[in-house]
């Protein structure tokens, strides 16, 4: 998969400015890649597992499920405001090094989770896997072409991003699964192993990544204002936005809607994420080619597919159909926004890729209060609609705005 020869990357992408850094002897290409993979599935582990555990969190902290769901939120918040200043934290520091001190960090945030003994202490650990979360994610999500040959960036991309859609295919129900088995504190002692797991991979697995050429000198705001960036982050607004005011509070909506139980939830879960890994690597394949067109059909079946829970997801098999859809299209939204960005600011991986994981964050925290505040004050059914009416409007920038 990455072993081709050195060429234009991503079909014709223009290649980014930093050449590759392949210094330690010790890593291939494929096997650093899949590392990192590892890394961007933990740290997205690590910040939806409260989207499966909310119902018995609040119950165990007295807290409402709106209350519950501020556990996304402020992970969003944090690695929002992080995330863009995360390669001018870094410094002239080895990326290979970073890496591994943000897993561990993680790794502690968990376990302070997993111990709260009351909700405060749960957010204050939230706040601490959003810093981990958020470096992790921007220092990560944009080194294929430092790991691979030209040709190859596009396949270690999706790679890359399909961490993100199997954390949704094992990460969320996992948690959902070990919660019914056992109880939601240990979901996160599970999530800390498996960052220490992934940081003694990368220490294995990856070779020195000093900071590119492009990091230096330049601020993630300078790249956001260039047309086709701003269009780009405009539509990751919108679909994560309006995906995760329906999907953090996916459980309660599908107990209230067909009347599922934690182990059926737990499996539409799954049948979500095996559908998001699917729509993950096929975007990746295609946005290269036509990011407008990839976009477009992806917020169109975002919008169809949550807008019709409310209507068809009154069965088991209407809701698991839906749970497909909707997962098929939100598990390509990361590839291929993330490929818009890199075709319109090819000269500065890094920071651009900061950028959207800043907004990326910022939407989810947005999305995740908007849907807390929607079903608490009228219920799941709106909160549907509210989220098929902005992935609608991501649709309408994504074929009327114009990114030269």
Do not use: C
């Amino acid at each position: 998969m990455f072993g081709a020869r050195p060429g234009r990357g991503m079909n014709g992408m223009h290649e980014v400015s930093e050449k590759p850094a392949r210094t330690d002897a010790r890593a291939g290409g494929r096997a650093a890649v899949l590392a990192v993979a590892a890394g961007t599935f933990t740290v997205v582990t690590a910040e939806m597992t409260p989207v499966g555990l909310l119902t018995p969190i609040g119950a165990s902290l007295d807290v409402g499920a709106g209350t519950a769901g501020w556990t996304l939120t402020v992970t969003g918040l944090v690695a929002a405001v992080s995330a863009p200043f995360a390669p001018r934290a870094a410094g002239r520091a080895d990326r290979r090094t970073v890496l591994i001190v943000l897993m561990l960090l993680l790794a502690a945030a968990n376990l302070l989770a997993a111990w709260a003994p009351n909700f405060g202490v749960l957010l204050a650990a939230r706040v601490l896997v959003g810093l981990g979360m958020g470096g992790v994610w921007a220092l990560a999500a944009g080194l294929a072409p430092r790991l691979v040959p030209a040709p190859a960036v596009a396949a270690a991309t999706s790679t890359i991003f399909g961490g993100v859609a199997a954390a949704s295919v094992l990460g969320v129900p996992a948690g959902a699964f070990v919660q019914a088995a056992a109880e939601w504190r240990a979901a996160f002692v599970a999530v800390a192993g498996l960052a220490v797991a992934v940081a003694v991979a990368m220490a294995a697995l990856l070779p020195r990544l000093p900071p590119g050429p492009a990091s230096a000198g330049r601020t993630a705001r300078g790249v956001g204002r260039r047309p086709a960036v701003a269009t780009g982050l405009a539509v990751t607004i919108l679909l994560v936005t309006g995906h995760f005011a329906a999907y953090t509070f996916v459980r309660p909506v599908l107990e209230d809607t067909a009347g599922l139980g934690a182990g059926a939830v737990g499996t539409l879960l799954l049948l979500y994420g095996v559908a998001g890994v699917a729509g993950n690597f096929a975007a990746g394949l295609r946005a290269p080619r036509a990011p407008r067109a990839t976009l477009a059909v992806l917020a169109a079946g975002l919008a169809g597919a949550v807008a019709l829970v409310p209507v068809l997801g009154t069965t088991h098999a209407g809701a698991a159909v839906l749970m497909a859809v909707w997962g098929l299209a939100y598990g390509g939204v990361s590839v291929g926004v993330q490929t818009w960005l890199l075709k319109a600011a090819p000269d500065d991986a890094e920071r651009v890729t900061a950028l959207f994981v800043g907004v990326f964050n910022g939407a989810i925290a947005l999305g995740a209060f908007a849907g807390g505040l929607v079903t608490d004050g009228a219920g799941t059914r709106p909160l549907m609609f509210l989220a098929a009416a902005l992935a609608a409007a991501a649709l309408t920038v994504t074929l009327t705005v114009r990114a030269r």
